[in-house]
């Protein structure tokens, strides 16, 4: 397992990212695949360094762990912020247009659509949300 713990702020996204896209090259993962990790991850780490914290800043803690049979990545976000369920918000109606849409969910709504599995549990006193795709 590889680990990254990082201040929660919007200007280390690209180090998050470079740590991310480093694990996934080492396993050769196809551009698809790394496509939908690099946009789930940005959505959550973006997420977690606005309203974690705020309006104070913390810290977020990435594991990557790579899994056998079939070949997959789970990365888990572990955050100390404010309780927050991502997963407990209702989906938003895709078939509305977007005037007609409420404003938020949609982001977390294309991670559940593109990962295999998508998990969140509030635990002594952290935030553990995990994301696992297959490569």
């Not at 990212?17 to 050769?28: H, S």
Request: net charge negative.
């Amino acid at each position: 397992m590889k680990e990254l713990t990082i201040e929660a702020k919007i200007e280390n996204l690209e180090e998050v990212l470079a740590f991310v896209d480093e694990q996934l090259e080492r396993l050769n993962c196809p551009v698809r695949q790394k496509t939908h990790l690099d946009v789930a991850v940005e959505e959550l780490y973006v997420n977690i360094a606005q309203y974690a914290y705020d309006p104070e800043i913390g810290w977020v803690k990435l594991e990557i762990e790579v899994n056998d049979d079939p070949l997959s990545v789970s990365i888990t976000f572990i955050d100390n912020g404010k309780p927050y369920d991502p997963l407990a918000k209702k989906d938003p109606d895709i078939s509305l247009s977007s005037d007609e849409r409420q404003i938020g969910g949609l982001g977390i709504y294309m991670v559940k659509k593109n990962m295999e599995d998508v998990r969140y549990e509030y635990k002594n006193g952290s935030n553990i949300l995990t994301i696992r795709k297959n490569i």
